[in-house]
T-cell receptor, first 115, second 110 residues
Framework: DADVTQTPRNRITKTGKRIMLECSQT?????MYWYRQDPGLGLRLIYY???????NKGEISDGYSVSRQAQAKFSLSLESAIPNQTALYFC??????????????FGEGSRLTVL | GEDVEQSLFLSVREGDSSVINCTYT??????LYWYKQEPGAGLQLLTY?????DMKQDQRLTVLLNKKDKHLSLRIADTQTGDSAIYFC??????????FGAGTRLFVKA
C-alpha cells in the first residue's frame, strides 16, 4: 500500500460544485502539503500544515481551503469549483527530522476536471 | 521571488547520455533536488545535492552544481527507455518551502 494515499484519483465536476480531495499518510510525518501541477508550470504550493493546529497558505491559496483532521489526514476543499482549477493535485509529506534533505513524499495525485 | 527554470523537453537515443539543465535565482538555496515523475504517478526523489558540494555521483546519475552561475544539471548515463519520465529540478532554502521548476519531459527513443 502507498504511504501517501489520495482520494479520489480522478474527478469530473461542474462549475460551482463543492469538491473535497482527501489525503492520508502512514509515514508518521508531521508536515503535509497540497500542491497543484499544471503543464508548463511545475508544482505550486496551495497550503501546508506543520501539525494539526498549524495551517498556512501557500502561493496560490485563493479559492481553496484545507482541514487537518489528524496528524495523518489533510484534506483540500474547493468551495465553488471553477474551470481554471482543472489540474492535477498532489498531497505530500515531509518529516521535520529529515530537515537535512527536506525530501517530500508524494501521493499519486488527484486529477480534477471542472466543466 | 525565487524562480527555477528548466527546458520542457529532451529527446535522446537509448544508450546515449541525457543532460537535463536547470537554473535558479535564490543564491541562499541550501538543498537542490531532482525529482522524477513517471506517467500516472507522483514525484519521487531521484537525488539531491547540498549547496556546499560541486558534484554528486550515484550509479548512472551525476549531479553538477555551479553556484556562481546558479546552474544545476542532471546527467543520466546509458539512458534506457525506462528513464522516460518528467524530471523536476527543485530548490529549498533550508525551511519548509521547496520551489519546483516546470519539469523536463525526457523521451528515450529505442
Amino acid at each position: 500500500d502507498a504511504d501517501v494515499t489520495q482520494t479520489p484519483r480522478n474527478r469530473i465536476t461542474k462549475t460551482g460544485k463543492r469538491i473535497m480531495l482527501e489525503c492520508s499518510q502512514t509515514k508518521g510525518h508531521d508536515r503535509m502539503y497540497w500542491y497543484r501541477q499544471d503543464p508548463g508550470l511545475g508544482l505550486r504550493l496551495i497550503y501546508y500544515s506543520f501539525d494539526v493546529k498549524d495551517i498556512n497558505k501557500g502561493e496560490i491559496s485563493d479559492g481553496y481551503s484545507v482541514s487537518r483532521q489528524a496528524q495523518a489526514k489533510f484534506s483540500l476543499s474547493l468551495e465553488s469549483a471553477i474551470p481554471n482549477q482543472t489540474a492535477l493535485y498532489f498531497c505530500a509529506t515531509s518529516a521535520q527530522t529529515e530537515a537535512h534533505t527536506g525530501e517530500l513524499f508524494f501521493g499519486e495525485g488527484s486529477r480534477l476536471t471542472v466543466l | 521571488g525565487e524562480d527555477v527554470e528548466q527546458s520542457l523537453f529532451l529527446s535522446v537515443r537509448e544508450g546515449d547520455s541525457s543532460v537535463i539543465n536547470c537554473t535558479y535565482t535564490d543564491s541562499s538555496s541550501t538543498y537542490l533536488y531532482w525529482y522524477k515523475q513517471e506517467p500516472g504517478a507522483g514525484l519521487q526523489l531521484l537525488t539531491y545535492i547540498f549547496s556546499n558540494m560541486d558534484m554528486k555521483q550515484d550509479q548512472r546519475l551525476t549531479v553538477l552544481l555551479n553556484k556562481k552561475d546558479k546552474h544545476l544539471s542532471l546527467r543520466i548515463a546509458d539512458t534506457q527507455t525506462g528513464d522516460s519520465a518528467i524530471y523536476f529540478c527543485a530548490v529549498n532554502t533550508g525551511g519548509f518551502k521547496t520551489i519546483f521548476g516546470a519539469g523536463t519531459r525526457l523521451f528515450v527513443k529505442a
